[in-house]
C-alpha cells in the first residue's frame, strides 16, 4: 500500500464535481468554462496573470509535446541523468527526434554550472552545427529521488538559461509535494516566476488524471494546441481536466492533502532513521528511500507492500515508501510499529 | 445540443462504479483486474479468445499508436480522403514518419479495388523502392459521414488485405452506432473476423474517454505496450479505462445506448426529409447531414445547436445533428416539432 | 540511351577542374574557396546579392532538408499531386513529420487559386489546430511532365503565397532545361525574385551530382547548416559541390548544354507529332512523352532505349524519351530516321 | 596540412577511371555494373560470400541510414560517449527516434559487460516498457581516438550481442587505417565475421567520398534499399561509388595507402615521444594526440596545420596531428625536423 502515489481513485471531491455537472452539456477539447476558471485559478495562484494554461492527462506525453513544441529540430534538452524524461520514458523526447543531453546528478539535481559548461562545450567557433545544440534545461521539481531544488539553485540555473537565451522547463508531476514539505524554501509563485514552462501535476496527488501546464512564457505558446492535437493528448471531454483542477486548487485542497502526505512520509523516515537506517537520497517529500538489509524487506512485505528501488549491495537493497493523498494515519502507524520490531 | 456525440459527462452507471471502486488500490498501467474482465468480455463478445486487448484515452492517440506500432519506417497507410486520419488529426500518423495514402472516398468509404490498385501502382519491378510501399489499410466504420460498409464490402476489402499481406485497421470510434442501426449488416464478431485490429470506441458513445483497441492478429502487437509508453498514452491509473468498458459492455449497455441514439437520429431524418430536404450523405447512424438553405440554418439555430458542416452552394449548407447516449426523446421532438414548422 | 538524364558521367570540363585541383588542401564541409566562389557566381546570376548559397548531393535529398528545415512540425507543405515529393521520394518528407498536402494537377501544375483553397479549408476560426497548417508551396520548375509555369502564373503564385505568409520552394532538379527552353518567359531572376529558395539542379545537367541550394529569403536560412549535417548531407569535401557549380555556371556552360539538350528534344517531339503521334504532356523541355501504339514501341526498342511512362489504354502507353548534356546529334538523327519509318 | 584525412580529391587512379569511363551509358541508383562489381570484390575480400553491399555517400549518413534500418521505434543504440553518433553528428539518430544509450568509454572503447550490463539494467519483469529497448550495439574500429580494439576484445562484444540477440554495427569511417596498423591482430574477415553491419569507409581514405556498407546478417538489408532512398541517400550517378570502390579494392591500393598513412603517423609519434611529450591516447593509427604546452602549439601552428582537440588543463592541450594518403613523406620529415627543435 506504499508502492506508489497512484494506487487509488481520486480525491471524494472531485467525483462529487464529475457528478453534480455530468449532465452539461459543453463545448469539448478544453473550450469549456471549466477549463476557464481552473487557468484564472492558476494564473492567480502564480501571481502571472499573462500565463498561458493548458490541461494535458499525464506526465510523459506533457514532457513530450512541451518540449516537441519548443525545440528546433536539430536541438535537444539538457537534464539530469536520473531525469524521467532520460530513463523512464521509453524514448518519448527521442521520438520527436530530439537528444535528450543527460548531466551527471547530485541526489537528482544538477547545478547551474554544468549546464553552462554543457551549452559551451556544445559551441565551437567553426563548426557548432556539428553537435546538437542545446536549447532547453529540463529538471523536475521535486526530483525523482524525492529531493529539492533550494531558492537559490532554483535562481542560478533560471539565471544561467536567461544568459544563454534557452528556456527552463520544470517538471512538476509531484509539484504539490515538493512545495508544501517542510524544508521547502520555493512557492509557487517562484516556480513561475524563475521557469518559462513547468507543470502542476494533478495524476499524483489525488486526481484521477491531469498536468496543467503553465506557459509563464507565452512566446513558447503560441501554437501549443496544435501540438496537443498532432500528439493524440487533446482530450475530447476537456472540462474533466479543468474541473479537477478548479476543485483541487480553489480551496487549497491540492496544497493541504500533499503537506499531509509529506508529514506522513517524514514520520515513516524518521522510525527508520531511529532504527539505525539510512536513507539512499535526502528526501523530505512524500518518497522516501531507505536502504534495508534484503532479509528485512522480505519480512516487510509480508504485511506491507513497497518498491525495490535500487541494488545497492550484494546484501542491500533500497526501498521506496511512498505516501499520497489516500494514505491514512492508521496505515502509517502500523507500519511504524513494524519498523520499530525491526 | 445535437453539436457532437461528446457533450456531456459520462453514463450514471460509470460514475457509479467510479464511486463504488475509489478507495480500492490497484496496480497502475493497465496491470489491474478491471483492464483484464474488461478484456476478457470483449474477447468473448468478439469471439476471438485470442485476441490481445489494449486500452487507450482517444481516437487520434489510438490511431497514431496502432499505425507507427505496425509500419516500417518507409510504409504508408492507405485510407478515405475523407478518413479521419487524413482529415482532422493535425498530420498525427506523419508525424510519427508516415505516409497517409488518401483515396478518393464515395459517401465516405473505400472500395477493395481501390485498395488493390493502389497497392499494384505503388510497386515497379526495376525500383519499388522509390515509392512509398502501401502496408496497411485504415477504414472508419461506421464512416466520418455516418455511411456503414456493408458486411459484403467488408469481406472484399479483408480479402483484399489479405491477398497482400497487409493489416486492416477499422478505426470503430462510433463503432456502437454503427452496429446498432437498423440498417446494418454486419456484427461485431465480424468486424473482429474480418480485421486485424479494429477499436471499440468509448468517448463517444458514453464513456468519459477510453477507446479499446483488439489485436484480433497477435502478431501486431507483441510489442504494442511499448509504442503506448512511448506515446505518452500510459495512463497511470489504468483501471478508468478497465472499469468504464466493463461498465459498457458486460450487460449490453454499450449497444442499447447506442441503438437507442440511432433511432432518434433517424427520427429526425425523416423529419427533414418529410419537408423535402435532400440529406449530405446516406446515413443511418446517430449523425444526420441535412442539406438545408442558409436561412432555415440561421432559424434552426435560435433555439438549437448544431454544427456546420459543408458548404454545398452559395445557398445552402450541410449541417450535422448528432445524437448520443445523453439526447433524450424531449428534445428530439422539440427539434422535430420546429422541423415540421419550417 | 534516352532513357534519362543521368545515364552518364559528367561534362569534361567539370572531370578537368577536378584533375587540376586535385591536390589542393582545403577546408572541409563546404567551407572553402570553390564553395565560397560558386556561390557569389549564382548571387550575381539571380541579381541576389544579399542570397545565402548551400550546396547539396542530390534532389530528394535537398527536398527533404528545405522542407524539414521551414516547417514547424504540424505544418504540411501544398505541392502537386505529381509532384516528386509526392511520389516518387519514398515519403521522404513525411519522414520528418510533415504531411505534403497534394493538389490536383493540369499537366504536372497547380495554380494560385488553388493554393489559396487549400489555405482557407484548412482554418477554422473555431479550432484550426484540428487539421495540418499548410505552410509552404512547393512547385517543380519545369514540372515532373515537363512543362512550364508561365512567369504570368509564377507571379500569382508567389503573391498568393505572400498574401498567406508562406514561403514558395521552387524544385529545380532540371532548372536549366526549363530556363533554356524556346518557350520559357521566365529567367533565372525571375525565380529568384518569386520564390523564397529555389535549388538550381545539376545531376541531371551535366555535374557528377550536386544542387545549389538558393535562399532568397535569408530568414529562412539562418541554421539551415544544422539541418545539412543532421540528414546526414554535409559532404566532407564539400568543395566537389563548390568546383562543379564554378564550372557549370561561370561561363554559362550550364544554359549552353541545356539549350543544345531542349532543341534535341523538340527535333524528336516534331519527328512523332509528323507522324501523327500525340504527346502526353505539352512539354518543350528536355523530356518528351509520346504516346505510341505498344507495337510501336515493342519495334522501337529494338534499337533505342527509353522508359515506359504510363498506360494510356489496353493499347497504347506514353512513354518518355530524354535528351542531356551528353546526346549527340548523331544519336537523334538516327532515333528520328526511325521514327519516319514507322 | 595535419588538420584531417579529408583535405584533398582522391587518388589518383580514381580520377583515372571516372575519366575512362566517363561517357559510358549505366543505370542510376546504385543498379549498375561497377557497384556489382565493388560488392563481388568485397565479398570475396571478407570471405562472406552472402553479404548484402550497399554504397553511401558519407558516413553521418551511414550511420544514420543503417541504424534507422534496424532499430524499431523504441529501440536504442548502445555506444560509447565518445562515439560519433553520440557527439558530432547533430542528433542524426535521434532525429529518426531513437536514443542512443551512451557508456562511459576507455581510450575510446567500451566492453562486452559493459553492453551486457546495460542490457540487463534496461528489463524490468514487471514493465520493461517504461524503458527504451537496448537493441543494437555500435562500436568505430578504429575508434574517435585512434584506438583499436582486440581480436578478443571485439569477440567478446560480439558473443554478448549474440546472446542477447541484438546486432553488432561496425562504424568503419577510418577502417583501413585500422586494419593496416602494425599493433592490429583484426582482419577484415574477422570484422565480417564478427558484426552484424559494418562499413569499409572511403571518404577519409582516398575516395572523393563514398561508404561501403556491408550486411553480413541478410536478414537486416531486406528493405534497405527503401531506407537509401527514403533518406535521400541514394546517389543519382550511384556508379561512381561501385567505380571508387572497385579502384580501391581490386588492387589492395586501399590497404596499402592506408599503411603507409599509419607508418607516417608513428613516425610523428615517435617524435613527440622522444621529446617526452605524453600522448593523449594510446592511438597506433593515422591520428595522433599529443598533448602540447600551449605556446608549443602556438609555435608549431606557424608552420603546420592541425586540430586543437582537448584542453587538458590550464597550460596544456591535446591536439590532432592526422596523416592520410595524400601526406608525403618530405612533409613529415620537415613536421620531425621541427618537433626536435622544440
Known sequence: MFDSDYLEGCLPEILEALQKTNFEQTSGYGNDKYCEKAAEIIRKLCAREDADIHFM???TQTNQTVIASILRPYQGVICADTGHINVHETGAVEMTGHKVLALSAQEGKITAKQIEK???SHYREDGPEHMVQPAMAYIS?????????TLSELESISKTCQKHHIPLFIDGARLGYGLSSPKCDVTLQDIARLSDVFYIGGT??????GEAVVFCN?????????FIKQHGAMLAKGRLLGMQFQTL???GLYFEVARRADLLALEIRKAF?????KMFTDSYTNQQFPILPNETIKKLKENFSFENWVKVDEKRTAVRFCTSWATTQEQVQTLIQEIKTL
Chains 1, 2, 3, 4 share one sequence.
Open 57 to 59: 492527462v499525464g506526465g
Open 118 to 120: 554543457t551549452i559551451e
Open 141 to 149: 521539481f521535486p526530483t525523482e529521488k524525492g529531493t529539492l531544488y
Open 204 to 209: 499524483k496527488q489525488g486526481a484521477l488524471f
Open 218 to 226: 507565452r512566446n513558447l505558446s503560441v501554437d501549443y494546441r496544435y
Open 249 to 251: 486548487l480553489e480551496n
Open 273 to 277: 532513521e531511529e532504527k539505525g537506517y
